[in-house]
């Protein structure tokens, strides 16, 4: 049974991040059907401030004795790569003893530097994926997905997706009925569909060539229609194998895939600003039919055409204001 969390928290801690878990597990929620939650707020030392990264200071009630016996030890961002021993040494011990450990975004970092990362499964936010991956080479990072559950590690991706892995975990352990309750409470879904990857702004990549700038500025603003590696060569005015050599040599990746992603990001425009229909977008963004804009628009962000207008349409948010 979950009933014991344990909340984590380290200087430079982002408030938000340690405010989701105490959302769900800190709130009496008994009166509406769900089980109480005796939510532990921990740092290094009992009673003594821990820094923010917005000005203010959280003071636990308990020290790093807090953690044992918790079925959760749930660890808030921090803006740390390095930890006191002690802080680790807390941590492998709940996980030893068979607590559930659970990361919001940066907080992976210090279940990495107890060495609980290595040949795990996890995820952080796509902003700090790298850093993750330098630091902790043996941990299994997938920078796709709001959460990845690898059974007693639980890690979780950017400030919301928080949430998601908590109310997971609440779904995991005392099912579906008290996950709802708590979502309800919350005003957000109980899960949601996709992964960060849609939060993600896909780099393209540029050519700084005076050979090949002017034709890709061309095909910039002619997206709509068909493009061929022989018309771009023929433009250039270079053989179609001169062409793709250079253009790979100048920009790290082919004419297709290079269009490909200038056409999901124009398509990506629309979907924010127009109300046009997803035929018209993908006409307009060069895809031709839906079907061809689903196939590539889900393969780079991860989520279906209409799934991502709805998470990111302008006129919908002002609407709703």
């Known amino acids: 049974m979950l009933s014991t969390v344990a909340a984590l928290v380290l200087p430079e801690v982002s408030p938000f991040e340690f405010g989701t878990i105490c959302e769900v597990f800190g709130i009496d929620r008994t009166a509406e059907g769900v089980p109480p939650f005796e939510l532990r707020v921990c740092g290094p030392v009992a009673g003594e ?12 009630h308990h020290g790093l004795d807090g953690l044992r016996g918790a079925d959760l030890v749930a660890i808030a961002a ?16 709940a996980a030893a003893d068979g607590a559930t450990l ?32 330098e630091l902790h080479p043996q941990a299994l990072i997938d920078p796709d997905v709001l959460f ?14 928080g949430i998601d892995a908590c109310l997971h975990l609440v779904r995991r352990e005392l099912g579906s009925a008290i996950v709802n309750v708590i979502a309800r409470r919350m005003v957000v879904p109980p899960q949601r569909d996709g992964g960060q990857r849609q939060f993600v702004e896909q780099p393209v990549p540029r050519c700084s060539s005076d050979g090949l700038a002017p034709v890709l500025d061309w095909v910039l603003e002619h997206l709509e229609i068909e493009h061929t590696v022989t018309d771009l060569a023929r433009r250039a005015r270079m053989s179609d194998r001169s062409f793709a050599r250079r253009f790979v040599a100048e920009t790290g ?43 590539h628009f889900r393969k780079v962000v991860g989520v279906a055409p209409a799934d991502y207008r709805r998470t990111f349409t302008v006129r919908a948010a002002v609407a709703g204001n």
Not at 49 to 60: A, K
Not at 78 to 93: C, I, M, N, Q, S
Not at 118 to 126: I, L, N
């Open 102 to 133: 659970l990361s919001v975004c940066s907080g992976a970092f210090v279940l990495g530097a107890a060495g609980l990362l290595d040949g795990r499964h996890c995820t952080t936010h796509w902003m700090n994926v790298d850093e993750l991956r």
């Open 49 to 60: 401030p821990v820094s923010s990264t917005v000005g203010m200071g959280v003071v636990p």
């Open 253 to 295: 990746t082919t004419p297709h895939r290079w269009l490909t992603l200038q056409r999901v990001q124009r398509a990506q425009r629309l979907l924010e600003d127009t109300d046009l229909g997803i035929d018209e977008v993908a006409e307009s963004s060069g895809f031709g039919s839906g079907a061809l804009l689903r196939h």
């Open 148 to 161: 990845v559950d690898d059974g007693n590690i639980i890690t979780s991706a950017g400030t919301a997706a």
């Open 78 to 93: 921090t803006r740390l790569r390095t930890f006191p021993e002690p802080v680790l040494d807390a941590l492998r011990g």
